[in-house]
């Protein structure tokens, strides 16, 4: 039973690249997540999806598209990437108990 | 947005004294979590309360919900270096499950 497995889990680009971080949960939840965290700071929702086929903005949109496909999958983005995209990259799942987050990515963009 | 806030910012406290944070948020909830995060590290799953309950335990950590106040508060008794953390609470907005962090409480626990 793996939870949530985000991928990759370092990357750095240059300003302009594009990528897709990769999330995958297999405990059946509905609701996932993408969040960001700069350093010193809490975690910012960029894009919530309450079930496959559906995602809703969080509060940092900006920059990033995401894609709910299935129900296990929902990746993030970043068409052309901007150091002020620099952060930690969180997935999440929630199935009615506590939000399971994956491990992480680490994104520069320099 | 609907986001949970903590307070205070930091806190330092000695070693075997109790540390009380505070979140407070703007509409209502179904659940509000917190969770305590090490630095450079993931995070770590402490209490959730639904928007029904008033209180909950967990070991040494007690969470209490106001709802009319719109405010919870993680107590933290008997406190220990290994405390040393920022503890953040996550709210969802009401029928949506849609979960926002606060800022975060940094707490130091010196020994």
């Known amino acids: 039973n793996a939870g949530v497995t985000q991928t990759p889990k370092f990357q750095v680009l240059k300003t302009g690249q594009s990528m897709t971080l990769q999330c995958a949960q297999d405990?059946?939840?509905?609701?996932m997540y993408w969040y960001r965290q700069d350093p010193g700071m809490g975690l910012r929702l960029i894009y919530y999806?309450?079930?496959?086929?559906?995602?809703d903005k969080g509060e940092v949109p900006n920059g990033y598209n995401v894609s709910r496909l299935n129900k296990r999958e929902f990746s993030l983005r970043l068409e052309s990437a901007a150091p002020s995209q620099t952060s930690v990259y969180f997935c999440?799942?929630?199935?009615?108990?506590?939000?399971?987050f994956g491990n992480g990515t680490r994104l520069t963009v320099t | 947005s609907q986001q949970g806030e903590e307070d205070p910012q930091a806190l330092s406290i000695q070693e075997g004294e109790n540390a009380t944070m505070n979140c407070s948020y703007k509409?209502?909830?179904?659940?509000l979590q917190w969770y305590r995060q090490n630095s450079g590290r993931g995070l770590v799953h402490l209490i959730l309360?639904?928007?029904?309950?008033r209180e909950k335990h967990s070991g040494r950590l007690r969470v209490t919900l106001d709802t009319s106040k719109k405010s919870s508060s993680l107590l933290i008794t008997a406190s220990r270096a290994a405390d040393t953390a920022s503890y953040f609470c996550?709210?969802?907005?009401?029928?949506?499950?849609?979960?926002?962090f606060g800022s975060g409480t940094k707490l130091n626990v010196k020994p």
């Open positions: 405990m059946n939840h509905n609701s």
């Open positions: 509409t209502s909830i179904n659940n």
């Open positions: 996550a709210t969802d907005e009401d029928n949506f499950n849609k979960f926002y």
């Open positions: 999440a799942s929630f199935g009615g108990s506590p939000l399971h």
């Open positions: 999806s309450a079930s496959e086929g559906t995602t």
């Open positions: 309360i639904r928007s029904n309950e």
